[in-house]
């Protein structure tokens, strides 16, 4: 049971980083729920498709922080704070090759129904994704992520961490940015995933060693509608950016998942609820990618993603 919930908590934390790093990584993935704030009435040049070569990088400060409150998980704490890097490191086959790398550190404590107390400490993900040229859709994630927690039972002491190694590929691509982008255009994105995943947990404390190891597969559909407000004047410790502020609209979920993966995440049920997501990102052309994006997820309890370019290279 202990062990369960260890994976639950680093699930969580790993899907979060992950999707942080998914944010930065793919300029298409925008966002943001509820009403669309106001934007201007005067009409804004067509943002086009960015050209990128080989060398071109771009760095990141990462904030995910959590509020407490009285979920069955409820989280607290200062949070981990980390560097996202990304950098082209090759063109061929109509597909440039982007490396993503993520560290963070710090410490995310939860509190779990039986007075099971969990603090992540740290995550590291590295990987790469391969972009259509043409349009920058997604063909294929490849990534690592490693999570490290400490928990303290009512017996004793546990440390654990958990390695997921995932590769997915997207038919059709996941053209989530659709360029050229105006002011107000809006559109749909439709596509499905095919993941293949590996887990492993790793536990120690006193009662002993636990090392398990776990396979899935499967295909989940990815569908939301994206919606671009206007350009905006974004500050950035790398400067200051015109940019196109966009968000997503994600419809309400709920992940019914078979035994198999069930059993991968090691959880106690059969499906997960997501919950509520605002998402924005903000394209700054000059850059050829995302120099700010924020997300929020959470019911009685609220996560907290910020992630702001602090440095960029054009080759």
Do not use: C
């Amino acid at each position: 049971m202990v062990a369960r919930r260890l994976v639950i908590v680093a699930v969580v934390a790993v899907v979060s980083i992950a999707f942080v790093a998914a944010i930065v990584v793919s300029p298409g993935f925008l966002g943001s729920l509820g009403n669309p704030p106001n934007t201007p009435s005067q009409e804004t040049p067509a943002v086009e498709v960015p050209t990128w070569t080989v060398g071109d990088r771009w760095t990141y400060n990462v904030t995910l922080s959590a509020s407490s409150g009285d979920a069955p998980m409820a989280s607290s704490g200062p949070g981990l704070t980390g560097v996202v890097t990304k950098e082209v490191t090759s063109v061929a086959g109509g597909a440039y090759n982007v490396s993503v790398v993520v560290t963070a550190s710090g410490a995310m404590a939860t509190t779990m129904e039986g007075s099971l107390d969990v603090q992540v400490t740290e995550v590291r993900l590295e990987g790469y994704t391969l972009y259509r040229t043409s349009d920058l859709a997604r063909l294929m994630d490849v990534r690592t992520v490693h999570v490290e927690v400490d928990a303290m039972t009512p017996m004793w002491p546990v440390h654990g961490s958990l390695t997921l190694t995932a590769k997915a590929t997207y038919e059709p691509a996941w053209d989530a940015w659709a360029f050229p982008i105006d002011e107000t255009d809006d559109w749909d994105v439709r596509t499905n995933a095919t993941v293949e995943v590996t887990s492993l947990l790793r536990m120690d404390g006193v009662s002993g060693d636990l090392e398990t190891r776990k396979n899935a597969s499967f295909t989940v559909p990815l569908n939301y509608s994206v919606t671009s407000v206007g350009l905006e004047d974004v500050v950035t410790p790398a400067g200051t950016f015109a940019a196109m502020h966009a968000f997503v609209t994600l419809p309400e979920l709920d992940l019914d998942l078979d035994d198999e993966i069930a059993m991968v995440l090691a959880l106690d049920g059969d499906s997960i609820g997501v919950p509520n997501v605002a998402l924005n990102v903000w394209f700054g052309e000059s850059v050829g990618n995302v120099v700010s994006a924020n997300v929020s997820a959470g019911l009685s309890r609220t996560a907290m993603l910020e992630v702001v370019l602090v440095g960029y290279r054009n080759a």
